[in-house]
C-alpha cells in the first residue's frame, strides 16, 4: 500500500479547470455533456510518465542526456491524464470496470501544452444487471485544434 | 529499444508480418509508479488489503498502463508515425496483476490504400504468462504514401 509520504511524491497535473464539481450517475444520461476538463503537459508531469511506463525511445528522451527531453508527448500520456480526470470527475460506483478504449492520434503534442477534453455521454444502457456506459472523448490543444478523439467504455455495476 | 527509426518501413510492410514484440514483467513497485504519475489511486491498484478483500483478491494493474504497452510496441514498429495517425481500439478483458509477465504482440492485417495516404491495420494483443488473453482489439497507422 502506498503510504502517505509516496503519495506525497505524486506529480500534480496543472489542472486549470475551476469548478470541478462531481457528476453524480443520475446525470449521465445519453447526451449529456460533461463540464470540460484543462491540464496542462509540463515537463515534470511527462518525464514522470515516461519513468513510469518505462518508455525509453529516443523521440521522447534526448539521445545524448537521457534526462532531457525532446519536448514530444507520448500520445497515451494525454488520453491517462484526460481519463484520470473523467473518473475523477465521474462518480461511478466501487466495482466499475473500464472495459473498452478507443482512440485516435490526431496531431503531435509537444510539452508544455494546455489540453481541454470535452466528453460526451454516448450510451448509458442498462438491462437487467448489465449496465454500459460509454462516453465519446474529444480532446483538444490550447489552438482548439483536435489532438484525440475516442471512446471510453464501462460496465456499471447494477 | 530507444531508437527513433522505425523498424518496420513501408515499402517491405507485407500482411501477416509480426509487430516487434515486448515483454513487460509487472510488479507493484510498476504500479505504484505509475498510480503516482497518473494519479489514480483508486485502492484497487495500490491497496492490498482493499483488494484482497475485493472480487479480484488483490491489485491489480491499471488497465492504461498495459495500453501503454501497446503504444510502445506501436512506436517502436513505426516510430514518430504513430504519434500523429496511430489509432487503438481495445478491450480489456482480464485483470492484470502484480507478478504477472505480460507479453505484447501483434501483426500487420492488412494494408489499405485511401486518398494519398496508406493505411495499415493490425491486430494486437497482450497476454500473461499463462497465455490468457489480458488485451485484444486493432491498431491502425495512417501514412503519406510514398
Redesign the interface.
Known amino acids: 500500500?502506498?503510504t502517505k509520504a509516496?503519495?506525497s511524491?505524486?506529480?500534480?497535473?496543472c489542472i486549470m479547470t475551476n469548478d470541478f464539481q462531481k457528476v453524480q450517475p443520475d446525470q449521465l444520461e445519453t447526451g449529456y455533456e460533461l463540464p470540460p476538463l484543462s491540464y496542462n503537459l509540463d515537463a515534470e508531469?511527462i518525464a514522470?510518465?515516461l519513468?513510469?511506463?518505462?518508455?525509453?525511445?529516443?523521440?521522447y528522451?534526448q539521445?545524448d542526456n537521457r534526462q532531457a527531453l525532446t519536448g514530444?508527448v507520448?500520445?497515451?500520456a494525454i488520453?491517462?491524464?484526460a481519463?484520470?480526470l473523467l473518473?475523477?470527475r465521474l462518480s461511478l460506483p466501487p466495482?466499475s470496470?473500464?472495459?473498452?478504449?478507443?482512440?485516435?492520434?490526431?496531431?503531435?503534442?509537444r510539452v508544455g501544452t494546455t489540453i481541454t477534453c470535452h466528453a460526451r455521454v454516448s450510451q448509458n444502457w442498462k438491462r437487467g444487471k448489465f449496465h454500459l456506459l460509454t462516453i465519446d472523448l474529444s480532446i483538444l490543444d490550447q489552438s482548439k485544434e483536435p489532438v484525440q478523439s475516442g471512446k471510453v467504455g464501462f460496465i456499471l455495476p447494477s | 529499444m530507444g531508437e527513433t527509426e522505425p523498424t518496420l518501413r513501408l515499402p517491405e510492410l507485407q500482411k501477416g508480418e509480426n509487430l516487434p514484440q515486448l515483454v513487460k514483467n509487472i510488479t507493484q513497485e510498476n504500479i505504484n509508479l505509475y498510480a503516482q504519475a497518473s494519479g489514480d489511486f483508486n485502492p484497487i491498484h495500490v491497496d492490498e488489503d482493499f483488494a484482497r478483500k475485493s472480487p479480484y483478491g488483490g491489485t491489480i494493474a491499471h488497465g492504461m498502463l498495459i495500453l501503454s504497452y501497446l503504444s510502445q510496441m506501436m512506436t517502436i514498429a513505426f516510430g514518430r508515425s504513430w504519434l500523429s495517425g496511430g489509432k487503438l481500439n481495445v478491450r480489456f478483458k482480464e485483470p492484470v496483476r502484480s507478478g504477472d509477465v505480460i507479453t505484447v504482440s501483434g501483426n500487420i492485417r492488412n494494408i489499405e490504400q485511401e486518398e494519398g495516404k496508406i493505411r495499415i491495420n493490425c491486430n494486437v494483443l497482450c497476454q500473461n504468462q499463462r497465455g490468457e488473453v489480458v488485451i485484444t482489439g486493432e491498431s491502425s497507422l495512417r501514412l503519406p504514401r510514398k
Do not use: D
Not at chain 1, 511524491?9 to 497535473?13: A, E, Q, S
Not at chain 1, 519513468?51 to 523521440?59: F, H, K, M, N
Open positions: 500500500m502506498l509516496q503519495k511524491t505524486t506529480i500534480r497535473l508531469v514522470k510518465y519513468e513510469a511506463v518505462g518508455e525509453s525511445s529516443s523521440l528522451w539521445s514530444l507520448p500520445p497515451l488520453t491517462t491524464y481519463m484520470t473518473l475523477q466495482g470496470i473500464h472495459v473498452t478504449q478507443e482512440i485516435e492520434f490526431l496531431k503531435e503534442v
